[in-house]
């Protein structure tokens, strides 16, 4: 352990402060400094454009290659030498060739901000989603560690994911990291630059999560209210939204819609950082992402105190078996569905080992299996489930359910969201129930729900659906 600890830190003096250097040959050295002659001197001497040089030595000839060592390309991509990078890979340089601990010329490019480099290696084949062998950090990873803003945005723009890259940074091993490194200050960048990307316009390529944008508001709690209550850095939501699945199961009309909306609310009125919150949408929200989040992210970020918010909106089902309900994430089939769903079960017990103040759970979902916002396998009968004893729930946690086990969950469609969602939006929005803090009056809120969301079910769609609320704590 000792010995991995001394190798990490010689290996950040080096990156970092361009310290150490090669005992590598003219070929080397000429790609360092952009000296095109003398690499094509070198080459035409013979020297090979993969020559790995990895011994350490001290700074030689006032130049310092990029630590750890590496062929000359690399040199050429950590000192932004474009044209020198160009001629050596014409001349036979392996773009994806790796120097020291499993990195590449585009991880040392992107942790330097050279966007001429990182076009050049892009166009000629780098991998994009490459991962040193030593942090399994990418090149978005590295430039969003390094404050690279530019060659942040470039890496995006050609395919790279952001979510995916905050979602590393976020569970890193902080203590494995120099002090100059700061994985926070990486996911605020990258969450900048998405969020400066959405209001510029979608770039080609870029992987939004909101893909198409935000609908055109087609209600009243579209037009998000202007107050807005104080930042709270310890305020963590996961907010998802399932419309479409892979298999063949009937469309959550305005779902995506839905998770789209709450994510405004939780970050322009509710005082949620836009880099706390997790947004899974369709193929986003496979069951490999719900395990990921609730069960990786948030016990690494979620610390004493917290306040955590967490929203579905898609499709429910029961197991007909034990009578358990699940979520139904993206890939998910009601006919395995303890294969492939994710139970509230096991949802509310990784929830409950959180050391978070307050935890409210919002579901815009039913689990009965007799439609709506509901599947089950085929040949199965609806079932009747009672929500309110199905699971123990952590004393510092309350569930919001759109509906009781027996029945079904509405669309409002002349609103364009689902039923329990629209009223329970108007409700923040419109009823005083949000604190100066931006925490909910949860029996305040419930209270203004459930009577709404009874008659506009039973007086449109001749259907009885009444909210539950489900909790030690209600306030």
Not at 52 to 60: A, D, E, L, R, S
Not at 150 to 163: C, H, Q, S, T, Y
Not at 261 to 277: D, F, H, K
Not at 384 to 411: C, F, H, K, R, Y
């Amino acid at each position: 352990m000792k010995r991995i600890s001394v190798f990490v830190s010689i290996f950040f003096l080096c990156i970092g402060l361009s310290a150490c250097a090669t005992t590598g040959g003219p070929l080397h050295i000429a790609s360092g400094q952009g000296d095109l002659t003398a690499i094509k001197n070198a080459l035409h001497a013979g020297a090979d454009p993969n020559e790995h040089k990895g011994k350490m030595t001290n700074i030689v000839d006032g130049w310092s290659p990029a630590g750890w060592g590496g062929p000359p390309l690399h040199h050429a991509a950590y000192y932004c030498r474009a044209e020198a990078a160009r001629v050596l890979i014409e001349k036979g340089a392996d773009v994806n060739a790796k120097g020291g601990i499993g990195l590449t010329a585009l991880h040392r490019a992107a942790v330097k901000d050279c966007v001429e480099v990182i076009k050049i290696l892009l166009e000629k084949g780098a991998d994009i989603n490459a991962r040193d062998t030593g942090f399994q950090y990418s090149p978005l990873e590295w430039a969003a560690l390094s404050g690279s803003s530019n060659a942040v945005r470039l890496l995006i723009e050609k395919g790279a994911d952001p979510e995916e890259a905050m979602f590393k940074l976020q569970t890193t091993n902080k203590g494995k990291l120099p002090s100059t490194m700061n994985p926070e200050a990486g996911v605020q960048l990258l969450s900048a630059v998405v969020r400066r990307d959405k209001k510029a316009g979608q770039p080609a390529g870029f992987k939004d999560m909101f893909e198409g944008g935000r609908p055109e508001a087609r209600s009243d709690v579209d037009d998000i209210p202007s107050a807005k209550a104080k930042l709270n850095k310890n305020a963590y939501a996961i907010v998802i939204g399932i419309e479409q699945y892979r298999q063949k199961l009937p469309k959550a009309d305005f779902a995506v819609s839905d998770a789209k909306i709450m994510v405004e609310y939780l970050t322009r009125v509710l005082g949620y950082p836009e880099e706390n919150v997790i947004t899974l949408l369709n193929d986003h929200a496979s069951n490999v992402d719900l395990v990921k989040y609730f069960e990786k992210w948030l016990p690494n970020n979620v610390e004493p105190g917290a306040s955590v918010f967490i929203y579905y909106s898609g499709h429910g089902a029961p197991n007909p078996k034990t009578g358990d309900a699940y979520l139904v994430p993206y890939d998910g089939d009601p006919s395995f569905i303890d294969e492939t769903g994710y139970s509230l079960k096991r949802m509310y017990a990784a929830l409950g080992k959180l050391p978070a103040k307050k935890i409210i759970v919002a579901l815009d979902s039913c689990f009965s299996g007799a439609g709506g916002r509901s599947v089950i396998a085929k040949g199965s009968r609806p079932l009747v489930m009672n929500l309110q004893t199905a699971t123990a729930l952590a004393a510092n946690m309350t569930v919001l359910s759109a509906s009781s086990g027996e029945q079904t969950s509405s669309t409002y469609d002349e609103k364009g969201h689902g039923l329990f969602t629209y009223f329970m939006l108007k409700g923040i929005k419109d009823e005083n129930v949000v604190k100066p803090d931006g925490s909910i009056a949860i029996s305040d809120l419930f209270g203004y729900i459930k009577p709404q969301v009874e008659r506009i079910a039973r007086k449109q769609y001749n259907n009885e659906q009444s909210p539950q609320l489900i909790g030690a704590k209600k306030n």
